[in-house]
């Protein structure tokens, strides 16, 4: 079974520029969640997609940042623009989004933003 | 909301050591907890997970963790670190955010080291 995929791993722009992230997860998987990791903390939950729908944005900053999951299965994090803040990884993970099932995470994107 | 205290953020262990790695959490409910693993840059890894069920939990590699009610704990252990095991942990909590949608809350993850 195919794990959570996400492309690009690496990424380096400049301040001001956009950039966007890509995200296919596990098949029969409903729910897709966008984590951003800091270094040295735990992922922080930006957006939950139960299936199209996104069901939990409220940590999603929403004047740079933007997601779509069309079709309920792949997925895109949009930043535009991007700050010296937004340097982080980037990690997407699925679930069939019951509280006990376990979340499966991609490999996530290292985004440096100069 | 919940939330998860993992005790130092950095451990040192001899290989072939004891491994206890801490966490402790907050809980309005009876909680679901996870242990997760990073590789360094991987994503996480599911090491076990509480469920109500036994509260002995056994997971990958090794690693089991004590859930403990009385004081709010989920430690995570293993009795004879390997050299393998040197990797980021990161413990965290399952909760409700309203009409059947659950999310995680991950501790700020504790790196372990493992001195040959």
């Known amino acids: 079974e195919a794990g959570v995929v996400q492309s690009p791993r690496y990424k380096i722009i400049e301040k001001k520029q956009p950039v966007a992230f890509w995200c296919n997860p596990i098949?029969?998987?409903?729910?897709l969640y966008w984590y951003r990791q800091n270094l040295g903390q735990g992922p922080e939950l930006l957006i939950r997609?139960?299936?199209?729908?996104?069901?939990?944005d409220s940590q999603l900053p929403k004047d740079r940042f933007s997601a779509e999951r069309l079709k309920g299965v792949d997925s895109t994090l949009k930043i535009q623009p991007a700050e010296l803040g937004d340097s982080a990884v980037y990690l997407c993970?699925?679930?069939?989004?019951?509280?006990?099932?376990?979340?499966?995470f991609g490999p996530g994107t290292r985004l440096t933003v100069l | 909301a919940q939330s998860v205290t993992q005790l130092g953020s950095h451990v040192s262990v001899s290989e072939g050591a004891l491994v206890l790695l801490r966490c402790n959490y907050s809980?309005?409910?009876?909680?679901?907890l996870f242990w997760y693993v990073q590789y360094p840059n991987q994503g996480l890894q599911l090491l076990l997970k509480?469920?109500?069920?036994?509260?002995l939990v056994k997971g990958i590699n090794g690693f089991e963790a004590e859930f403990k009610k009385s004081e709010t704990s989920f430690h995570l252990t293993k009795p004879s670190a390997h050299m393998s095991d040197a990797a980021e942990y990161f413990c965290?909590?399952?909760?409700?955010?309203?009409?059947?949608?659950?999310?995680?809350?991950f501790g700020k993850g504790t790196k372990l080291s493992v001195i040959p």
């Open positions: 997609y139960e299936n199209e729908e996104a069901v939990d």
């Open positions: 965290a909590v399952s909760w409700s955010s309203g009409a059947g949608s659950y999310q995680l809350t």
């Open positions: 098949s029969g998987h409903n729910t």
């Open positions: 509480y469920t109500s069920a036994a509260t």
């Open positions: 993970a699925s679930s069939r989004g019951l509280a006990t099932d376990t979340q499966y």
């Open positions: 809980s309005s409910v009876p909680p679901y």
